[in-house]
Structures are given as C-alpha cells and as structure tokens.
C-alpha cells in the first residue's frame, strides 16, 4: 500500500478542452481542479485512478483529465538568441564535438559571411571547435553539426511530442 505522501507525489496529466496535452501537474492540484469543476476525468480511464480520501469521501483522480473551460493560452514568444537560451537548447554540448566544457556561441555562418544573429545560425560550441572553425562554414572547416539549429519549441506543443511519443512506446 502506498503512503499518503507518495500518493501525493504523483502525477496527472492535463489535457485542453480540445484534448491536446497541456502539462503535468501535482495531485494536490487535479483534485482542486476537479473539485471546483474546471476539469473533469477522461473517459478512456476506465475507473483507474489514484484513491484520494478526506474525512467524508474517496475521490477517484485519474491519470488524466481534461479542462472543461476552454483556457485562453498565454501568449508564448520564441526567447530571445541569447547564451543562457542557446545553452539549454543545445544541452550544453558542443554541436560539433559533444564536449561539455568551456563553451562558447558559434555562428554557423560566420557574422563576416552574412550570417544573422538567429536560432538556426547560432549553436553551442566549446573553445577548440570555434578556434578550429575559425571565420569559416562548417563545410569548409571539414566539421558536421551534431544537431541542425531552430528555435525552441512552444513548451506545451513540446508537451505533447513528448506525452504521444510515450503512449505509442507503451502500446508497443
């Protein structure tokens, strides 16, 4: 038997009026959503869920559960070409070598050569690539990209990539 506490660790995911995954929250917050009626519980649960108990009754909060107002998404803007951004999209590695350690901004196409200061013309590289890449393409230093460079996604379209390429692992 689980304890309370672990019980409360879980989580539930949270799909739009549209059925598009949101996000994941906290068990403490699907049963507010549920309690005050902003959510409702997913058919295809078939009656599997997480017991939650008060003092008066079991609520059954399921796995998932769907917004029952259609919710006005913030406005999301793409953040700005700046270090700390290209670093968490890059996971910190050179995207020429892989290496974790002393990175720096590369223009993939140099600044020189026309190159803009963009998404899919900035990337992560540590100080030996950029040195050995130098005022050149990639081509024409002899290197490859790791990853093509573009602009982070939309956090809840990212979401939902993730949560749809889980279901289809677990169907398989």
Request: with cysteine.
């Amino acid at each position: 038997m689980t304890s309370v506490t672990e019980r409360l660790r879980r989580s539930v995911v949270v799909f739009s009026k549209n059925y598009l995954p949101l996000s994941r929250v906290n068990m403490k917050r699907a049963v507010t959503l549920l309690v005050t009626g902003k959510a409702e519980p997913l058919d295809w649960c078939n009656g599997q869920g997480y017991p939650v108990h008060s003092p008066s009754l079991v609520l059954l909060v399921p796995e998932q559960i769907r917004l029952t107002k259609a919710n006005c998404d913030r406005v999301w803007k793409v953040p700005p070409v700046n270090r700390r951004e290209v670093l968490r999209r890059d996971k910190h590695r050179c995207q020429y070598c892989g290496s974790p350690k002393r990175l720096t901004l590369d223009h993939v196409i140099p600044r020189s050569k026309g190159g803009n200061h963009r998404w899919d013309n900035v990337v992560t590289a540590c100080e030996q690539c950029n040195s050995r890449k130098g005022d050149r393409t990639p081509e024409q230093a002899g290197m490859t990209l790791l990853t093509q460079p573009k602009a982070p996604m939309h956090p809840t379209v990212a979401f939902a990539e993730q949560f749809w390429r889980q279901q289809h692992v677990h169907l398989e």
